[in-house]
């Protein structure tokens, strides 16, 4: 399989900053790929590298087979790039936006025309094409946007955190629109911070915390590195001794605290509630909150980083 793209020691500094810290990344041609991570991260900044907008302080990046530095024209004309903030005029009408985005990538004006057309079918927007854009909904917009990002065909197509505050029916509805680029065979590049959306879309996916990929896989994969199922318990001060007594029982992989809640990776939640039970009892300790469940891609950045993306997003 080709590759889409390629980085190597891919490095920003912002004066002292370091936003993107010796990247290694390899996304293969036709995937729908990830970048999972809080505000801060590097998402953005790194997209923006890739996307030629900003330069690399050091190291390499290669993208659709053409190096962001020195060859950036070529790489324009093979991606789509849709940022946070979008980049449609709330003056213009939808159809007039994606008919000029054909046009600035060579159209002739019936061809951009016709491409405007489809777009605006694919992405059921027929109905508010000639309103301008704004007086589109959030979620219109938003898909607006994607179809800019899309109407010269590209190879390759970033997306920058794209549900972004959008409500959660909304944000449902552009996770179906985006699915659909699969099936054309465009490769995807995805920044989120939204741990259902990553979970819900990539095929693969890597989860960047200060500039680094601290982990990378499928979500299933990675989900699958934390072996078995993750209880959290409240408990009533003592939380240290509780840790300490339970990190000694044979069924417990793994204990710990996280924002005052004793966390524990067992290998059978449903035999360790119990067990748990009659251990905090025998102790004159009764449990406030007691919570079970199969790991999540939170679970898997909580293990890698020491902190909840939940937590660090919010």
């Known amino acids: 399989m080709n590759t889409a793209i390629e980085t190597t020691n891919l490095t920003r ?10 990247l290694n990344l390899r996304v293969e041609s036709g995937r729908f790929y990830g970048f999972l991570g809080p505000n801060g991260a590097g998402k953005t900044t790194t997209l923006r590298i890739l996307a030629t907008l900003l330069p690399p302080t050091s190291g390499t990046a290669c993208v659709a087979g ?28 939808g159809r007039e936006e994606l ?11 019936a061809d951009s025309q016709v491409r405007a057309a489809e777009i605006l079918t694919a992405l059921e927007l027929v109905d508010a094409a000639d309103r301008t854009c704004g007086t589109y909904s959030g979620g219109m917009r938003r898909r607006l946007n994607i179809g800019i990002g899309m109407v010269h065909r590209p190879a390759l197509l970033f997306l920058d955190e794209p549900t972004t505050g959008l409500d959660p029916q909304a944000r449902a509805r552009l996770w179906e629109e985006i699915r659909k680029l699969r099936d054309t065979g465009t490769t995807v590049f995805l ?8 979970d819900a879309l990539c095929d693969r996916l890597a989860i960047i915390d200060h500039g680094r990929i601290v982990a990378e ?20 001060g003592e939380c240290e001794k509780v840790v300490e007594l339970l990190a000694k029982q044979p069924f417990v992989r793994e204990a710990g605290l996280e924002d005052g809640l004793v966390r524990l990776y067992v290998d059978r939640g ?45």
């Not at 024209?73 to 980049?87: D, E, N």
């Open 13 to 22: 500094d912002f004066g002292k900053f370091r936003a993107v810290n010796e």
């Open 66 to 93: 053409f190096d962001v530095a020195r060859e950036p024209q070529q790489v324009r004309t093979r991606i789509g790039y849709v940022a946070q903030s979008g980049g449609s005029y709330r003056e213009s009408t």
């Open 99 to 109: 008919a000029i985005q054909g046009r600035l990538f060579g159209m002739s004006k």
């Open 191 to 198: 920044t989120t911070h939204y741990l259902e959306e990553a």
């Open 217 to 236: 896989g499928s979500p299933d994969e990675l989900k699958r590195e934390i072996a078995g199922d993750v209880l959290t318990i409240g408990v009533n």
């Open 270 to 314: 449903e035999e360790a509630v119990p067990a748990v039970l009659r251990l905090l009892d025998a102790q004159g300790l009764a449990p406030l909150t007691m919570d079970l469940h199969r790991p999540s891609l939170d679970d898997v950045f909580l293990k890698k980083t020491g902190r909840s993306l939940r937590e660090s997003a919010a």
